[in-house]
């Protein structure tokens, strides 16, 4: 992997308890290459409330603790690379930075879209939190490759539907983008999303009619057959009665 690949890290639910009380940010990450080679990694950093960043370097060896949950001790190490970025409210943290080996990384508020599994006494000292992770990984690797060698993945459902909550940002309702051509209005509008699992083979979609997502399983389809094969997009429950779940 080439030195200024971009990981961007969700900085999300756990650490909205830190941050509360701000208006919705929107922050723009993006990436420019120059004919020479070089890659830059920029970012924008909106928020409600003042952050007091200042610029943080964090030297080789230097030791680290990240917190858990009850104000306890999460997960110790040292840092095997130098790190140089922004930190934020005084945390020995990186909120957008580099390493000494040209990875980058940044924390991106984005409230909802994440969740977290509960951490056990017994994890405890394996546990991170969200805002540490940056600084963990600008640490600890030294590519991307590494990085995702390191990280546990997901499964594919969990993936799919966290792959729909990231589409959701860019939705358009009807009437929210509107051009004229030849003295007709008229007006884009997704009119469906759709997330391929490469792995299990499951084809996920959902629809401007119905955003409850279907799944069709490849896997279970006659591929051998000697007709083309249909299935309407539209239909199926708008949504799902939870009445008696009431107590």
């Not at 984005?110 to 969740?115: E, H, T, V, Y």
Request: charged share 20%; with cysteine.
């Amino acid at each position: 992997m080439k030195p200024g690949k971009k990981l961007n890290l969700f900085f999300a639910a756990c650490a909205a308890v830190v941050l509360m009380n701000s208006s919705a940010p929107a922050c723009t990450g993006i990436t420019v290459k120059a004919k020479d080679g070089a890659v830059i990694h920029a970012r924008t950093l909106e928020f409600g409330k003042d952050l007091h960043s200042r610029v943080l370097m964090v030297p080789q060896g230097y030791a680290l603790t990240s917190s858990a949950p009850g104000g306890k001790t999460g997960l110790a190490w040292k840092a095997a690379y130098a790190v140089l970025g922004l930190d934020f409210l005084g945390k020995t943290a990186i909120a957008d930075g580099m390493n000494e080996k040209g990875l980058a990384a940044g924390l991106f508020y984005l409230p909802s879209f994440a969740q977290y599994q509960k951490v056990t006494p017994a994890d405890q000292d394996k546990s991170l939190a969200p805002w540490d992770v940056t600084m963990w990984v600008l640490t600890s690797f030294a590519s991307v490759d590494e990085v995702r060698a390191a990280l546990p993945m997901a499964d594919g459902q969990l993936a799919a539907r966290q792959a729909f909550q990231l589409l959701d940002s860019f939705y358009i309702t009807k009437g929210m983008a509107r051009s004229i051509e030849e003295g007709k209005t008229s007006y884009d509008y997704t009119q469906w999303m759709d997330a391929c699992d490469l792995k299990n083979l499951r084809f996920y979609f959902a629809t401007y009619d119905n955003l409850v997502p279907k799944m069709v399983d490849f896997k279970k389809l006659n591929m051998q057959g000697n007709k083309l094969l249909h299935m309407p997009i539209t239909g199926g429950p708008f949504y799902e009665d939870v009445t008696d779940l009431v107590k």
